[in-house]
Nanobody
Framework: QVQLKESGGGLVQAGGSLRLSCAAS????????MGWFRQAPGKEREFVAA????????YYADSLKGRFTISRDHGKGTVYLQMNALKPEDTALYYC???????????????????WGQGTQVTVSS
């Protein structure tokens, strides 16, 4: 499995920005798309964004398009989530995840992702 570790979370005021990072180690990172999910207290884990292995294709939750941007740096083995114009409803634990297969067709179902990080907390104050 790929080991994933998120960082970059924190407390920010509404309207602010944060950039989350996800560093991969262990089993080769090569060939995998990567995704971000989030889970707020009392709610189900929801898809945020994903990016293909090449970085040429990105996927976003409809509600987040225009505010969040996913990217990756192969040289650093890191995936990023740039979050702008943050809202209190963006408060959640954010997880980085790798799909179960190197064949990824844009699924937004958590069960299609087999490797998960521990999460990084994002709190947006009003």
């Amino acid at each position: 499995q790929v080991q994933l570790k998120e960082s970059g979370g924190g407390l920010v005021q509404a309207g602010g920005s944060l950039r989350l990072s996800c560093a991969a180690s262990g089993r080769t990172f090569n060939g995998y798309a990567m995704g971000w999910f989030r889970q707020a207290p009392g709610k189900e884990r929801e898809f945020v964004a994903a990016i293909s292995w090449t970085g040429g294709t990105t996927y976003y939750a409809d509600s987040l398009k225009g505010r969040f941007t996913i990217s990756r740096d192969h040289g650093k083995g890191t995936v990023y989530l740039q979050m702008n114009a943050l809202k209190p409803e963006d408060t959640a634990l954010y997880y980085c995840a790798a799909p179960r297969s190197t064949v990824y067709r844009g699924s937004n179902y958590p069960q299609d992702f087999g490797s998960w990080g521990q999460g990084t907390q994002v709190t947006v104050s009003s």
